[in-house]
C-alpha cells in the first residue's frame, strides 16, 4: 500500500506511456479536436510519432464518422476528446458505437477534474453524469488516473476490436 498522508507522491500520468499503449494496441490513426489541455503532454507525442497519423477535425462528432470509416479499411483508430466534446457527440455515439456496434475507442479527457476526487463526486456537472452515461449506453469504461493504470488500454482495446463493441478511457489528470 502506498503512503498516506501529505508524504505521499501525487500520482503521475505521463503522454508517452499513453502513446506507447495505444501503439501496442495496433492503433494507427488518433482522431481529435485542437485541445490545449492534453496539447504538450498527449498530442504532440502523437503528432510527431512517425507510427501515428493525427487527424485534426473541426468537430467531436466528426471523429466518430472517420473512425468508423478507418474500422471498414481494417485501421484502428483512438478518438481523443474532453468531456464536453462527448456529450456534444451523443447521437453519434449512439448510432455509430452502440447501435452498429464499432469498436469506437474514446479516450475522454476529464478537464477540470479534482485531483483525488472520482469522477461521480466531481464538483463538475459534465464530469459527474459521465459514467451513468457511458452505463446507459452500455460502454466500458476505465479510469486512467496514473501511470499505473495505463496498461489496461492495450488490453481495452483489443477487447473493443475484436469484440466489436466501444471502449472509454477517462483522462482523469492532465498528462505530462
Same mark, same amino acid.
Request: glycine content about 8%.
Given at each position: &500500500?502506498?503512503?498516506?498522508?501529505? +508524504?505521499? @507522491? ?10 506507447? *499503449? $495505444? ?6 490513426? $488518433?482522431?481529435?479536436?485542437? %485541445? ?11 503528432? !510527431? ?5 493525427? /487527424?485534426?477535425?473541426?468537430? @467531436?462528432?466528426?471523429?466518430?464518422? /472517420? ?8 485501421? #484502428? ?11 456534444? !457527440?451523443?447521437?453519434?455515439? #449512439?448510432? &455509430? *458505437?452502440? @447501435?452498429?456496434?464499432?469498436? /469506437?475507442? &474514446? &479516450? ?5 477534474? +479534482? ?15 459521465? +459514467? ?7 460502454? =466500458? ?5 496514473? %501511470?499505473?493504470? $495505463? %496498461?489496461?488500454?492495450?488490453? *481495452? ?16 489528470? =492532465?498528462? /505530462?
Amino acid at each position: &500500500m502506498g503512503k498516506l498522508g501529505p +508524504e505521499a @507522491e501525487t500520482p503521475v500520468l505521463t503522454g508517452a506511456k499513453i502513446v506507447a *499503449a $495505444v501503439k501496442r494496441a495496433g492503433v494507427s490513426h $488518433v482522431l481529435s479536436v485542437p %485541445d490545449l489541455h492534453t496539447a504538450k503532454g498527449l498530442l504532440t507525442p502523437i503528432r !510527431s510519432d512517425p507510427a501515428l497519423t493525427l /487527424i485534426r477535425t473541426c468537430k @467531436e462528432d466528426e471523429t466518430l464518422g /472517420i473512425a468508423a470509416g478507418l474500422n471498414y479499411g481494417d485501421k #484502428r483508430a483512438l478518438i481523443l476528446i474532453q468531456y464536453t466534446g462527448f456529450l456534444y !457527440s451523443m447521437n453519434a455515439i #449512439r448510432a &455509430m *458505437a452502440c @447501435e452498429h456496434k464499432l469498436p /469506437i475507442c &474514446m &479516450m475522454i479527457g476529464l478537464l477540470g477534474k +479534482e485531483p483525488e476526487v472520482a469522477p461521480q463526486d466531481s464538483a463538475k456537472f459534465g464530469v459527474r453524469i459521465l +459514467e451513468p452515461i457511458l452505463d446507459v449506453l452500455g460502454i =466500458k469504461r476505465l479510469l486512467i488516473d496514473s %501511470d499505473e493504470d $495505463v %496498461d489496461g488500454i492495450s488490453t *481495452a482495446i483489443e477487447h473493443a476490436y475484436t469484440s466489436s463493441e466501444p471502449v472509454a478511457f477517462l483522462i482523469a489528470r =492532465k498528462p /505530462i
